[in-house]
């Protein structure tokens, strides 16, 4: 499988990379409870360290908002997804456990502060491009509704777009049936190449410890 990051993106935001993790012979089931209470706490730690301060106060919050204004999108209307988590927590409205992969993925997108997705890589078809999404284009997501594409960062196989930092599509969900996956990390595009690579190889130690299996990663720009 190649993925691709379309010149698009570079010349909007020239610094744009996201690292990609392909997982193989994974077991993704009911998270144990070490990471629930793990998760949880850190929910709680999130929590008391935002009652004097606003979610857009944080760094990696403050740049997932410019990214999409800088791709024509109105982060008041359509959040990133690590923004829609941490406003989550400041209501005290904390994220319940779907799946250890899922749980696990959640967890790396706060402790990053950026979006992060994960797809069963059985129900991707072909090659993987990064692009904008189009006018028109739109995919039924994991928040239950039917979601427009258009300027958005988008991830899409040969059937379509099924990703992007906004909200995933269920079409690629993982789940307990999932023995494959692919993870794409919507980098900070104010990291240096270095500290990328490092919170990438960092990301997929922590699933591959969790749900064993093999895996590679890399960080692909434009």
């Known amino acids: 499988m190649e993925i691709v990051m379309s010149p698009d993106i570079a010349a909007i935001i020239p610094s744009f990379n996201v690292g990609v993790i392909q997982y193989h012979g994974i077991v993704?089931?009911?998270?144990?409870?070490?990471?629930?209470?793990?998760f949880q706490l850190f929910q709680e730690s999130i929590f008391f360290d935002l009652e004097n301060k606003n979610v857009t106060d944080l760094e990696g919050i403050q740049e997932?908002?410019?990214?999409?204004?800088?791709?024509?999108?109105?982060?008041?209307?359509?959040?990133?997804?690590?923004?829609?988590?941490?406003?989550?927590?400041?209501?005290?409205?904390?994220?319940?456990?779907?799946n250890s992969a899922i749980d696990l993925n959640n967890f790396c997108s706060l402790e990053y502060q950026v979006p992060i997705g994960i797809y069963d890589r059985n129900l991707l078809s072909g090659d993987i491009s990064i692009r904008l999404g189009g006018k028109g284009e739109e995919y039924f997501?994991?928040?239950?509704?039917?979601?427009?594409?258009?300027?958005?960062?988008?991830?899409?196989?040969?059937?379509?777009?099924?990703?992007?930092?906004?909200?995933?599509s269920t079409r690629t969900a993982v789940g307990p049936e999932t023995t494959s996956a692919v993870q794409i990390i919507y980098l900070r595009p104010s990291l240096d190449k270095e500290n990328q690579v490092k919170l990438t190889e960092a990301a997929m130690n922590m699933f591959l410890q969790l749900h064993g299996g093999t895996a590679k990663y890399e960080v692909i720009g434009c």
């Open 28 to 38: 993704v089931g009911e998270s144990p409870q070490m990471l629930k209470g793990r």
């Open 141 to 168: 997501g994991l928040n239950g509704r039917s979601n427009s594409l258009a300027n958005l960062i988008i991830s899409a196989d040969q059937n379509g777009p099924f990703g992007s930092p906004f909200v995933d």
């Open 64 to 98: 997932w908002r410019q990214i999409f204004k800088k791709t024509g999108i109105d982060p008041n209307r359509y959040r990133p997804s690590a923004e829609a988590l941490y406003r989550r927590i400041k209501k005290q409205n904390y994220i319940n456990s779907v």
